[in-house]
């Protein structure tokens, strides 16, 4: 053929089996027929080909998913509260840091419009004390929704959309369920309200003021409850060790601080300290020493009734036993020596008091969480009983709250709990549940 010599022939064979094919026949007509591979033997190679494509797509892919596993993981250990600081926050030129007075606004003065909780007027933010921070400019290390200033750690406060209202409602309607049983609620601030300078609470640590949210929270109560003023009988003492350095809890100095309130809101003569044993339990480490090793450890306190207590307790397994006073003193050092107060978070505790001051017909129900605990056996003071409801593990008593109040005889609701989980909605959709 004209146009296409032997080197031609050899270009086009690379590109398929045509030429070869049409080369095969000629020689196969003049009987002289090349002995070609057989067809058996290029499908297993063909096939073998194929497996070693299908292994190493399959071997890539894993490396991609195991890659991206890790990188969720890694995502996951370093969220929220990181082994590194995301920012160390600059340092005042001042000495001494005073938080300036808060400014009420028109808005936030009648935020809900109509009257208050007790029949009151409504009431702004300014109405609370002003902490006074004694602040040595020393910086901040910020760690996800953790700050820690000074070996202390504090917590970002950011409430859910609305959950203000939404607790106060769920408030509003406990009180509905015990129209004869006198009503009161009590949001505690944090250490972070309290007890961090104004000057560290920006940037990447920028929080909501927690006086403006109780505020909020006591203007929406319906006039059945009562609101106490835990705010400014915890400022009044913010240089005193109130709060934990490792911890987001307050301590037993700060919980009778709390109690002192509410007795004074009732009309109650409180607890005197110095009637009670002080006892100590050293190196607790609480939620904060589990993302970073700055805070340092706590000393928990606990103080010895100067009266007999025993208090029932039925735990989340339906276990029943009594434990002869409202405190574990078993509890050792550790990440759970806060369960001392109470011997932890039960769904139902009963203090019987024998306190010469109780009122024996006065039975007071606490509504709690963690803030709860430590407070509760200061109330056995005042009351012939104090039953403790934890709302987060009651549903597994099988019991509404209007049945437990009328059954048990209960005069007196406390709801109390700090600003962290009043700003939550999970935990107001626990607390609707009871």
Same mark, same amino acid.
């Given at each position: 053929?004209?146009?296409?010599?032997?080197?031609?022939?050899?270009?086009?064979?690379?590109?398929?089996?045509?030429?070869?094919?049409?080369?095969?026949?000629?020689?196969?007509?003049?009987?002289?027929?090349?002995?070609?591979?057989?067809?058996?033997?290029?499908?297993?190679?063909?096939?073998?080909?194929?497996?070693?494509?299908?292994?190493?797509?399959?071997?890539?892919?894993?490396?991609?998913?195991?890659?991206?596993?890790?990188?969720?993981?890694?995502?996951?250990?370093?969220?929220?509260?990181?082994?590194?600081?995301?920012?160390?926050?600059?340092?005042?030129?001042?000495?001494?840091?005073?938080?300036?007075?808060?400014?009420?606004?028109?808005?936030?003065?009648?935020?809900?419009?109509?009257?208050?909780?007790?029949?009151?007027?409504?009431?702004?933010?300014?109405?609370?004390?002003?902490?006074?921070?004694?602040?040595?400019?020393?910086?901040?290390?910020?760690?996800?929704?953790?700050?820690?200033?000074?070996?202390?750690?504090?917590?970002?406060?950011?409430?859910?959309?609305?959950?203000?209202?939404?607790?106060?409602?769920?408030?509003?309607?406990?009180?509905?369920?015990?129209?004869?049983?006198?009503?009161?609620?009590?949001?505690?601030?944090?250490?972070?309200?309290?007890?961090?300078?104004?000057?560290?609470?920006?940037?990447?640590?920028?929080?909501?003021?927690?006086?403006?949210?109780?505020? !909020?929270?006591?203007? *929406?109560?319906? +006039? $059945?409850?009562?609101? =106490?003023?835990?705010? #400014?009988?915890?400022?009044?003492?913010?240089?005193?060790?109130?709060?934990?350095?490792?911890?987001?809890?307050?301590?037993?100095?700060?919980?009778?601080?709390?109690?002192?309130?509410?007795?004074?809101?009732?009309?109650?003569?409180?607890?005197?300290?110095?009637?009670?044993?002080?006892?100590?339990?050293?190196?607790?480490?609480?939620?904060?020493?589990?993302?970073?090793?700055?805070?340092?450890?706590?000393?928990?306190?606990?103080?010895?009734?100067?009266?007999?207590?025993?208090?029932?307790?039925?735990?989340?397994?339906?276990?029943?036993?009594?434990?002869?006073?409202?405190?574990?003193?078993?509890?050792?050092?550790?990440?759970?020596?806060?369960?001392?107060?109470?011997?932890?978070?039960?769904?139902?505790?009963?203090?019987?008091? !024998?306190?010469?001051? *109780?009122?024996? +017909? $006065?039975?007071?129900? =606490?509504?709690?969480? #963690?803030?709860?605990?430590?407070?509760?056996?200061?109330?056995?003071?005042?009351?012939?009983?104090?039953?403790?409801?934890?709302?987060?593990?009651?549903?597994?008593?099988?019991?509404?709250?209007?049945?437990?109040?009328?059954?048990?005889?209960?005069?007196?609701?406390?709801?109390?709990?700090?600003?962290?989980?009043?700003?939550?909605?999970?935990?107001?959709?626990?607390?609707?549940?009871?």
């Amino acid at each position: 053929m004209r146009g296409r010599g032997k080197n031609s022939l050899q270009d086009v064979d690379m590109f398929g089996d045509d030429i070869y094919s049409s080369q095969n026949r000629a020689e196969k007509a003049k009987g002289k027929s090349k002995k070609r591979v057989p067809k058996s033997t290029r499908t297993k190679a063909r096939e073998k080909r194929m497996r070693l494509l299908r292994n190493r797509a399959v071997l890539i892919i894993a490396g991609v998913v195991i890659l991206a596993l890790l990188v969720v993981l890694f995502t996951v250990m370093f969220k929220g509260c990181g082994n590194s600081p995301s920012k160390v926050v600059n340092v005042s030129t001042e000495t001494k840091f005073k938080q300036e007075a808060r400014k009420a606004t028109p808005s936030e003065a009648t935020p809900n419009g109509g009257s208050s909780s007790g029949g009151e007027s409504k009431k702004s933010a300014s109405s609370f004390k002003t902490p006074n921070i004694t602040d040595d400019n020393s910086p901040a290390e910020v760690y996800g929704e953790c700050c820690v200033w000074n070996s202390t750690g504090f917590l970002r406060f950011v409430p859910d959309q609305g959950s203000a209202e939404a607790y106060a409602s769920a408030v509003n309607s406990l009180a509905e369920q015990a129209p004869s049983v006198n009503f009161y609620n009590m949001v505690v601030p944090s250490s972070t309200e309290l007890c961090l300078p104004d000057r560290l609470k920006t940037g990447d640590f920028t929080t909501s003021s927690q006086a403006e949210f109780i505020t !909020s929270v006591n203007n *929406a109560l319906s +006039d $059945k409850v009562k609101s =106490v003023n835990a705010y #400014d009988s915890l400022v009044d003492h913010n240089n005193d060790y109130i709060y934990y350095k490792s911890d987001d809890n307050w301590t037993d100095l700060g919980a009778y601080y709390g109690y002192d309130a509410f007795a004074k809101a009732t009309g109650q003569t409180p607890l005197d300290l110095a009637n009670c044993e002080d006892k100590t339990i050293e190196g607790f480490y609480g939620s904060y020493s589990l993302y970073t090793a700055v805070p340092g450890e706590d000393t928990v306190h606990y103080r010895v009734l100067p009266y007999e207590a025993p208090m029932d307790v039925t735990d989340q397994n339906g276990v029943s036993y009594t434990n002869p006073s409202p405190y574990y003193e078993a509890a050792t050092s550790g990440s759970f020596t806060y369960g001392v107060f109470l011997v932890g978070d039960n769904p139902l505790s009963v203090i019987r008091s !024998s306190s010469p001051a *109780a009122q024996k +017909d $006065k039975k007071l129900l =606490v509504v709690k969480e #963690d803030y709860g605990d430590a407070i509760a056996p200061y109330l056995s003071y005042n009351y012939g009983e104090v039953h403790v409801i934890d709302y987060r593990y009651f549903d597994s008593m099988g019991m509404k709250f209007s049945d437990y109040c009328s059954q048990n005889g209960i005069t007196d609701v406390l709801v109390i709990n700090d600003v962290k989980s009043a700003g939550s909605q999970t935990q107001i959709g626990s607390l609707s549940a009871i």
